[in-house]
T-cell receptor
């Protein structure tokens, strides 16, 4: 089975802190994605990567950056956390040959106070 | 504009009853459509995937239908169980000029099954 893991299930940070969310997949997938999910808005794409050191902006990249130094790991970085970044963050991965078949991690519930 | 609309927004049914969730989309060109189940506090898990040529696909008590002409899909749940309580998300892939793996998400239908 494909396994996508995220470093924390719950995280509480203060405004202005730098926050790292880590995602690791064990299926040698080329593509990795970061989404945020808010009530009534559904999932929105923040960034994605289709190869090591490659990244592309999604629909809502402002306030976020990403890092992909290794194929299995994709990090989401909040340079200076703000309260409007309180959300559920979901990581996903997919195989290059089946880009739409995305497997999701369990999510990280981030609260910024 | 590529969009996915789901209805109803929320639904409450009694255990053992059937229900149908709706999904309308405007994504073009269309690649495939998935229904995901998301339990509270968990990531989405795929239930079914349907391509342009498929009309119906079943996964246990879940049956998805697709009408590519009208750009509508439905998810029918039979003999509901308490464990069916979750958010059901319709996800469409495709879109002109889209880069790899672009998905369009509906906002989900929150289903609650009461005993």
């Amino acid at each position: 089975d494909v396994k996508v893991t995220q470093s924390s299930r719950y995280l509480v940070k203060r405004t202005g802190e730098k926050v790292f969310l880590e995602c690791v997949q064990d299926m040698d997938h080329e593509n990795m994605f970061w989404y945020r999910q808010d009530p009534g808005l559904g999932l929105r794409l923040i960034y994605f990567s289709y190869d090591v050191k490659m990244k592309e902006k999604g629909d809502i990249p402002e306030g976020y950056s990403v890092s992909r130094e290794k194929k299995e790991r994709f990090s989401l970085i909040l340079e200076s956390a703000s309260t409007n970044q309180t959300s559920m963050y979901l990581c996903a991965s997919s195989y290059y040959g089946a880009p739409y078949e995305q497997y999701f991690g369990p999510g990280t519930r981030l609260t910024v106070t | 504009k590529n969009q996915v609309e789901q209805s109803p927004q929320s639904l409450i049914i009694l255990e053992g009853k059937n229900c149908t969730l709706q999904c309308n989309y405007t994504v073009s060109p269309f690649s495939n459509l998935r229904w995901y189940k998301q339990d509270t506090g968990r990531g989405p898990v795929s239930l079914t995937i349907m391509t342009f040529s498929e009309n119906t696909k079943s996964n246990g008590r879940y049956t998805a239908t697709l009408d590519a002409d009208t750009k509508q899909s439905s998810l029918h749940i039979t003999a509901s169980q308490l464990s069916d309580s979750a958010s059901y998300i319709c996800v469409v892939s495709g879109g002109r000029g889209s880069t790899l793996g672009r998905l369009y998400f509906g906002r989900g239908t929150q289903l609650t099954v009461w005993p």
